[in-house]
C-alpha cells in the first residue's frame, strides 16, 4: 500500500517556486537518474523557471506521464509544453524519451513502451514523476477502469480519451518503478477529485494507478480552505 502525504499551498506563487525546487533538486541529483514530466498547465511556470536558471546534471534523463496523439509541435503536445526547460538543459536526444506522435498510434505506443523498457533496463532510476489530477479523477491519460484493466503487463499503452482525442499514457507498472511520485494540483474545479484520492477512494482512477508506488505526495493549491486535507507529515 501506498504512503500519501499531503501538502496544502496558501497560494500558486508558493506551489510554483516549491515545485521549481523540487524539481530542480532532481535535476541536480548525482549520478544516472531520470525526471517524469506531466503535461496541463499547472506545472508549467516550474519548468518556466528552470529554464531560466539551468541547474547542472549529469546523466539526467527525462520522460513523460503521457502525450496527446498530436504533432509534437503542436500547442496541446505535453513534448512541445516542456521544450523551454528540454533545450535550456540541453539534453541529447537519446536522453529525452517521449511519444513519437509521427507513428501511427498504436506503433507509437509500443514505440514509447520500448524506450520505458530500455531506460528501465538500462539501470537508470526515475527519482521523480509529476502528476496531474483530472476533475473526472484521472491521472495521466488514464480515465477508468477499462484503462487500467488494458494497462496490465504494459509500461505504455494507447488510449481514446473522453474528449475524443488519443493519447499514449505510462501505466501504474511504470509508476511502480518511481521513487516519488507527486501529484500537482491547482484549480478549483477539482474539489471533489482532490478528496476522492485524498481519501484513498478506489473509486478514484488517480488513487488505482498508484497504490503500487512506495511513496505518493499530493500537493494543492485550491481555495484551500475547504478542502479538509491533512497537512503534510
Given amino acids: 500500500m501506498s504512503t500519501l502525504l499531503t501538502r496544502r499551498f496558501p497560494s500558486r506563487a508558493a506551489l510554483d517556486a516549491a515545485l521549481a525546487q523540487r524539481l530542480g533538486q532532481a535535476i541536480s541529483a548525482n549520478g544516472a537518474s531520470a525526471i517524469m ?36 509541435e503542436a500547442d496541446a503536445s505535453n513534448y512541445h509544453q516542456a521544450r523551454a526547460l528540454l533545450d535550456a538543459l540541453a539534453l541529447p536526444a537519446s536522453s529525452v524519451a517521449r511519444v513519437r506522435t509521427e507513428l501511427p498510434l498504436d506503433e507509437a505506443a509500443a514505440d514509447y513502451e520500448r524506450q520505458l523498457a530500455a531506460l528501465l533496463n538500462s539501470g537508470v532510476r526515475i527519482g521523480l514523476g509529476l502528476l496531474g489530477l483530472g476533475a473526472d479523477g484521472h491521472t495521466a491519460s488514464l480515465f477508468g477502469a477499462a484503462d487500467l484493466e488494458r494497462a496490465r503487463g504494459h509500461l505504455a499503452i494507447a488510449v481514446q480519451r473522453p474528449d475524443g482525442m488519443s493519447a499514449v499514457s505510462v501505466t501504474p507498472e511504470l509508476l511502480a518503478h518511481v ?16 478528496q476522492a484520492f485524498a481519501a484513498q477512494d478506489v473509486k478514484s482512477t488517480a488513487w488505482r494507478a498508484v497504490q503500487g508506488c512506495p511513496a505518493v505526495q499530493l500537493w494543492v493549491h485550491e481555495d484551500a480552505s475547504i478542502l479538509g486535507l491533512p497537512p503534510m507529515r
Fill in 179 to 194: 521513487g516519488d511520485l507527486l501529484f500537482v494540483v491547482a484549480g478549483g474545479d477539482k474539489h471533489d477529485a482532490i
Fill in 37 to 72: 514530466l506531466s503535461g496541463g498547465t499547472t506545472p508549467l511556470p516550474a519548468y518556466r523557471a528552470l529554464a531560466r536558471n539551468p541547474l547542472p546534471h549529469d546523466g539526467l534523463h527525462v520522460l513523460f506521464s503521457d502525450d496527446r496523439y498530436v504533432p509534437s
